[in-house]
């Protein structure tokens, strides 16, 4: 069993930065795919970011690409979300996700993620 707790959420001005971070309990994390996924009002949970069980291998979404970072520290049960020239689109709630099988490659939907964070509000104005 993983629980998750995501934070670092609010609110921020077009261009700024927040970084997201999520506190993972249970001691096999270090061998769990996590993702960041975000839902705007109205529209459907999209992928975000992903990072592979060791870390080598990253994935993120053509509209985040360049401007955010996903990492992880296993040894402080940690991912992080770095998000830099934030847009007002980028306003959403942000869920942290863990996926339990062993993945070279983290997958990049929802539903390939068993355990959910309660989520982050993320708002930017322009």
């Known amino acids: 069993q993983v629980q998750l707790v995501e934070s670092g959420g609010g609110l921020v001005q077009a261009g700024g930065s927040l970084r997201l971070s999520c506190a993972a309990s249970g001691r096999t994390f270090r061998n769990y795919a996590m993702g960041w996924f975000r839902q705007a009002p109205g529209k459907e949970r999209e992928f975000v970011a992903a990072?592979?069980?060791?870390?080598?291998?990253?994935y993120y979404a053509d509209s985040v690409k360049g401007r955010f970072t996903i990492s992880r520290d296993s040894a402080k049960n940690t991912v992080l979300l770095q998000m830099n020239s934030l847009k007002p689109e980028d306003t959403a709630v942000y869920y942290c996700a863990a996926d339990p099988r062993v993945r070279v490659v983290p997958a990049r939907v929802p539903h390939e993620y068993e355990y959910w964070g309660q989520g982050t509000q993320v708002t930017v104005s322009s």
């Open positions: 990072i592979n069980w060791i870390g080598g291998i990253t």
